[in-house]
């Protein structure tokens, strides 16, 4: 939920001026679009900087808890740049819609274990309001990786 606040925060402020007159900004979905990139790159950042947090949401029938925090930090890298490139836009939505869904069970296994990650809010509300969110963050990387039409 902190990641739904921050990609709000910086939509926001995408819309303040001088940013708000940008030409590759002026439509929501282009904002929108940067703003998930932001979000991403983010959370990507964090996935190799404090990798030990993530390693203890990976649930334990999982191998290689390092190995996979690591691959969806860079998979989440790999999105965030893809949204960036018109070329690449669909398929990096589709990507991390994936990447989503793989993570969903990570998600899952710390709500039910009620464990409390570092760096998040310890109350388990916080973990069990999370699982509805990751929908909202499938619609988003959806709904801003159509490519637009040039008028």
Request: proline residues 8%; charged residues 10%.
């Amino acid at each position: 939920m902190s990641l739904l606040a921050f990609l709000l925060m910086v939509f926001a402020l995408l819309h303040v001026p001088p940013l708000g007159r940008l030409s590759y900004l002026k439509t929501r979905r282009a904002k929108a679009r940067v703003a998930l990139s932001v979000g991403f790159l983010f959370t990507s950042s964090l996935h190799f900087l404090t990798p030990d947090r993530f390693v203890a949401m990976v649930p334990p029938f999982l191998p290689w808890h390092l190995e996979l925090v690591y691959l969806s930090g860079f998979f989440e890298l790999a999105g965030a740049v893809g949204l960036q490139v018109p070329k690449f836009q669909r398929a990096a939505g589709w990507g991390l819609v994936a990447l989503l869904v793989a993570v969903f069970p990570a998600n899952v296994y710390v709500a039910v274990s009620g464990l409390s990650v570092a760096g998040l809010p310890a109350n388990p509300l916080y973990y069990w309001l999370r699982l509805p969110v990751q929908a909202v963050f499938i619609w988003w990387a959806l709904w801003c990786s159509k490519c637009e039409m040039e008028p």
